[in-house]
């Protein structure tokens, strides 16, 4: 939508998650900045995947998950559209393989 997450300076992107999709703990460098603009966004904090430990983010949530906080995503029984915004360059590292 806006920048690049792959380089540096701001930017903005939009991810469309299908139903039943989940993503296992990992990291980030920076704070990751979520507004949650279609579904329920499921989010956990921990650095194995816990299915108990989600909570639900519906549309209109926006959430500040801290740099270097292992967390884990899932999404149950619709699509999921996130935005995602920060400055400089994206980053994943993954905790849980």
Do not use: C
């Not at 507004?35 to 989600?54: H, N």
């Not at 998950?65 to 699509?79: E, L, N, Q, R, W």
């Amino acid at each position: 939508m806006l920048g690049d997450s792959s380089q540096d300076g701001a930017w903005v992107d939009r991810a469309r998650i299908p139903a039943g999709k989940r993503v296992l703990a990992h990291t980030h460098p920076q704070d990751e900045l979520v507004t949650v603009i279609e579904g329920t966004w499921y989010l956990g904090e921990g650095t194995k995947f816990d299915s108990t430990k989600l909570n639900g983010y519906p549309a209109g949530s926006f959430i500040v998950i801290p740099a270097g906080v292992p967390h884990f995503v899932a999404t149950k029984d619709s699509t999921v559209i996130v935005q995602l915004s920060g400055n400089g360059k994206f980053h994943t590292d993954y905790v849980e393989k």
